[in-house]
Structure formats: structure tokens, C-alpha cells
């Protein structure tokens, strides 16, 4: 379905203005495929079964820290039609739990976003990405996923993503370990996921 201008713009505003997303923080990253469609593999009972499309997203993500050294994982999870991961910024010679300490307490600068619906409607595009910044680093990732798959003769003429990516900046460590719980048991709950395509008296946007 395809949304009117009014929620483009409302959906928008939840990336939030003026923050600088290439400094040191943590933030939970979700990513959704085109049109949702299941892309990446299997779920039975409770069980994500990645296809080679799954493993080649899940290569990527942890490529990550590989390629850039500013960067550390946290939880993170390939769905069938979708990716939640945490990604944490850093400053050299920082600590994980130094970047929770140090993210803004102020409640203007952090979307509230339910996380039960953080990756529903659609996706948040910034306009231009900051070198080392979330937005550049979750555009490669993306590209790079995409390349590699339109490489296996299945997924060719298959468009991967949705445009954008939603975040969630993660404030305290409460909200870290609130998030890696939400992430560990996404494939446990696809069945009540509304992102799951059985799910069709669920409203889409």
C-alpha cells in the first residue's frame, strides 16, 4: 500500500533532527525487505532456518567489525522478511557500557518508538550520510548484502531492501538488555510478528 504524503512526513520525524548519529552510542537497528517478502530463510518452531540469501546478511553484519574498527555488535537476528541488530559506535579506547553512560538523558533527543513496533510502517531515509555515521555504515551493509546476493542465479532479479532503515537509540543499559532480550526472541514470537505475511488482518503501511 502505498503511504500518502502526510504519513511519509510523520514517519520522518521520528529520525531526529540535528543529532549527530556518527558519534560514539549505541543504537538498534532494524531493516525490512521489499515489500516483505520472505527472502532470508525459514522459521519453525521457534527456529530461524537461514537460506543462503539468510547467511550472506548475516556474514555482512558481523564483516562489520571487521572492516571498520569503531564499531562492536551487539545482539542481532536475520529474519525471514527482516534484520534487528545492535550497533554500537565507539571512540577508541571506549567501553560499551562508557557509550550508555554517555548518550544524552535528554528525552527530546530519543525516539519513542514502542519496540514491539519499531520496524513497522515504513522505512526512515536520512538524505545524505555523514562518513562513519549509522546512516553510511547501514547503506554499505545494505549494498553489500544486496550485491552479493543478486550474485546466486535465486535471488538475481529480486530487490532485497525497502529504502531506509528505522533506529532506536539505546540510552542505558536497562534499555540495552531490554532490546537483546527483544532480539534473542524474535524467531519465538514470529507467529504473533506483524511482520510475519500469515499475519494479514494486520494493517500495513
Not at 49 to 66: F, P, S, Y
Request: aromatic share 10%; glycine share 6%; net charge positive.
Amino acid at each position: 500500500m502505498k503511504m500518502s504524503n502526510e504519513k511519509k512526513r510523520r514517519s520522518n520525524s521520528l529520525r531526529l533532527r540535528g543529532y549527530d548519529y556518527s558519534q560514539p552510542g549505541a543504537y538498534f537497528v532494524t531493516t525490512v525487505t521489499h515489500q516483505r517478502a520472505c527472502l532470508f530463510g525459514e522459521i519453525e518452531n521457534g527456529i530461524m532456518w537461514l537460506n543462503d540469501a539468510g547467511k550472506i546478511v548475516r556474514w555482512e553484519w558481523e564483516r562489520l567489525t571487521h572492516r571498520f574498527d569503531f564499531v562492536e555488535l551487539g545482539a542481532f537476528v536475520v529474519m525471514s522478511n527482516h534484520f534487528h541488530g545492535i550497533i554500537v559506535l565507539q571512540d577508541v579506547g571506549a567501553t560499551r557500557l562508557g557509550y550508555l553512560d554517555t548518550v544524552s538523558e535528554n528525552e527530546n533527543l530519543v525516539t519513542n518508538i514502542n519496540l514491539r513496533e519499531n520496524h513497522k510502517g515504513s522505512p526512515l531515509q536520512a538524505k545524505r550520510s555523514i562518513p562513519k555515521s549509522l546512516g553510511a555504515l547501514i547503506g554499505q551493509f545494505k549494498s553489500r548484502v544486496t550485491k552479493r546476493i543478486h550474485k546466486t542465479d535465486q535471488f538475481s532479479p529480486e530487490r532485497i531492501w525497502q529504502r531506509g532503515f528505522h533506529d532506536r537509540i539505546i540510552r542505558n543499559e536497562w534499555e540495552w538488555r531490554n532490546i537483546h532480550l527483544y532480539i534473542e526472541s524474535n524467531p519465538d514470537n514470529w507467529e504473533d510478528d506483524s511482520e510475519n505475511p500469515l499475519n494479514s488482518s494486520r494493517d500495513r503501511v
